[in-house]
T-cell receptor
Framework: GAVVSQHPSRVICKSGTSVKIECRSL??????MFWYRQFPKKSLMLMAT?????????EQGVEKDKFLINHASLTLSTLTVTSAHPEDSSFYIC??????????FGPGTRLTVL | QQQVKQSPQSLIVQKGGISIINCAYE??????FPWYQQFPGKGPALLIA?????SEKKEGRFTISFNKSAKQFSLHIMDSQPGDSATYFC???????????FGAGTILRVKS
């Protein structure tokens, strides 16, 4: 149980384009989903927290107009990196929580912006 | 007050040995302390978690020891195996699906 998927696993795009990453909880309903960014050999940096049907809460320093988060249902959240630039290249990971059971992470999405 | 300090940064252990990773937190309101294991290019996987009403929790070869008064907790991996080689993150937070504060991570290498 507690499986979270992400799609795509890897994406390469040109500078200036937008990229959408999907996060799905496959076998449970996630009341809360989290989006993280991870640089090589570094810890996870929380970008935002989203609850189904409400606006995401962004961490300090994270541009909400650049990183659009939608939590349309209890099993799906999306992160859209708008007008991506090379400095947005990173490993993006989502996690999902059903409350008491803690956070379960997806496999991550490697974004490379050329 | 939100930090979680993790040590060591890296660790090399012989096969069959005990791997020990330590974490210290500051916020006394935290009541949920999970450990995650991450392999390169993969998302973190929940290994084991503890709540502050117990001092130790064991699952297979993995044990969490928790010292509430010292605000410290540690992960012990018994009989360490090469397949345990990964990055381990401790975290702390409030239960009920709230956000977690992560440690910096420990890169474990188990030599065969």
């Amino acid at each position: 149980g507690a499986v979270v998927s992400q799609h795509p696993s890897r994406v390469i795009c040109k500078s200036g384009t937008s990229v959408k990453i999907e996060c799905r909880s496959l076998d449970f309903q996630a009341t809360t989903m989290f989006w993280y960014r991870q640089f090589p050999k570094k810890s996870l940096m929380l970008m935002a927290t989203s609850n189904e049907g409400s606006k995401a809460t962004y961490e300090q320093g994270v541009e909400k107009d650049k990183f659009l988060i939608n939590h349309a249902s209890l099993t799906l959240s999306t992160l859209t990196v708008t007008s991506a630039h090379p400095e947005d290249s990173s490993f993006y990971i989502c996690s999902a929580s059903a409350g008491l059971a803690g956070q379960y992470f997806g496999p991550g999405t490697r974004l490379t912006v050329l | 007050q939100q930090q979680v300090k993790q040590s060591p940064q890296s660790l090399i252990v012989q096969k069959g040995g005990i791997s020990i990773i330590n974490c210290a937190y500051e916020n006394t309101a935290f009541d949920y302390f999970p450990w995650y294991q991450q392999f390169p290019g993969k998302g973190p996987a929940l290994l084991i978690a503890i709540r502050p009403d117990v001092s130790e929790k064991k699952e297979g070869r993995f044990t969490i020891s928790f010292n509430k008064s010292a605000k410290q907790f540690s992960l012990h991996i018994m009989d360490s195996q090469p397949g345990d080689s990964a990055t381990y993150f401790c975290a702390a937070g409030l239960e009920y699906g709230n956000k977690l504060v992560f440690g910096a991570g420990t890169i474990l290498r188990v030599k065969s």
